[in-house]
């Protein structure tokens, strides 16, 4: 794991969140 670019990886793993966040948000509104 890249632990010398801490900064890197968070911003990193913002990102991914933010996606599950989006892919989330699709499966509850076509739900809805």
């Keep these: 794991l890249a632990t010398h670019k801490p900064e890197l990886l ?10 599950i966040v989006k892919k989330a948000q699709r499966n509850l509104t ?3």
């Design 10 to 19: 968070a911003d990193n793993v913002t990102k991914e969140l933010e996606e």
């Design 30 to 32: 076509s739900s809805a």
